[in-house]
């Protein structure tokens, strides 16, 4: 069994830094393909990052690319976001998700694909 549990949003101003994580208490972590996505009000839920088994093979949107940084530690259960240089259109819910097997960019950034979620954790950023 998989359950996620995120941690380490906050509010923080334009430009600063956060540092995400995404707790996974199941045994099989190194099996997943892991990702992070986001959700602002009044908006679909956006993809964000992924990430493979190995840590080796990573996926970025556009958005986030070159500010945001997805990383994993499977002795710590354990996947990460690193986000710098935030702007206030950052602002959103961040999801961890877990899925079978890694795959293509076009299937890891869509979240139906993905068979765990965990609760989410705020990011406000202001102007």
């Known amino acids: 069994q998989v359950q996620l549990v995120e941690s380490g949003g906050g509010l923080v101003q334009a430009g600063d830094s956060l540092r995400l994580s995404c707790a996974n208490s199941g045994r099989t972590f190194m099996r997943y393909g892991m990702a992070w996505f986001r959700q602002a009000p009044g908006k679909e839920r956006e993809f964000v990052a992924a990430?493979?088994?190995?840590?080796?093979?990573?996926y970025y949107a556009d958005s986030v690319k070159g500010r945001f940084t997805i990383s994993r530690d499977s002795a710590q259960n354990t996947v990460y976001l690193q986000m710098n240089s935030l702007k206030p259109e950052d602002t959103a819910i961040y999801y961890c998700?877990?899925?079978?097997?890694?795959?293509?960019?076009?299937?890891?950034?869509?979240?139906?694909?993905?068979?765990?979620w965990g609760q989410g954790t705020q990011v406000t950023v202001s102007s």
């Open positions: 990430i493979n088994t190995s840590g080796a093979s990573t």
């Open positions: 998700a877990a899925r079978y097997y890694f795959s293509d960019y076009y299937t890891m950034r869509n979240y139906e694909n993905y068979n765990y």
